[in-house]
């Protein structure tokens, strides 16, 4: 069993900026972040390589989040900038699955997760 934790959640204002992190039994594998906003659907966030090296960001974020991995931590990070009311989700990291090498957006390629810390962001 993979085990995942995130951290680095809380309540701030629009503007702000925030890190995310997310420790566990990484190693080298693919990683993603995901969120789910209030009343609806897990949506992807980001992804990044094993090697670090390649990342992709979904539309609503690009510019003003970067997905980034530490080999020595075990850990991969969000960091969050220019954040909006529309950004208030629980965040979750999770691995991509072993089998798969393609960069990937689709929740069922993952198939271990974290448990998700609560981002809010107010007007």
């Known amino acids: 069993q993979v085990e995942l934790h995130e951290s680095g959640g809380g309540l701030v204002q629009a503007g702000d900026s925030l890190r995310l992190s997310c420790a566990g039994a990484i190693g080298g594998n693919a990683m993603g972040w995901f969120r789910q906003p209030p009343g609806q659907e897990r949506e992807f966030v980001a992804h990044i390589s094993g090697g670090g090296g390649i990342t992709f960001y979904a539309d609503s974020v690009k510019g003003r989040f970067t997905i980034s991995r530490s080999k020595p931590k075990n850990a991969v990070y969000l960091q969050m900038s220019s954040l909006q009311p529309e950004d208030t989700a629980v965040y979750y990291c999770?691995?991509?699955?072993?089998?798969?090498?393609?960069?990937?957006?689709?929740?069922?390629?993952?198939?271990?997760w974290g448990q998700g810390t609560q981002v809010t962001v107010s007007s």
């Open positions: 999770a691995r991509r699955r072993l089998e798969l090498e393609e960069l990937t957006r689709t929740s069922n390629d993952y198939d271990y």
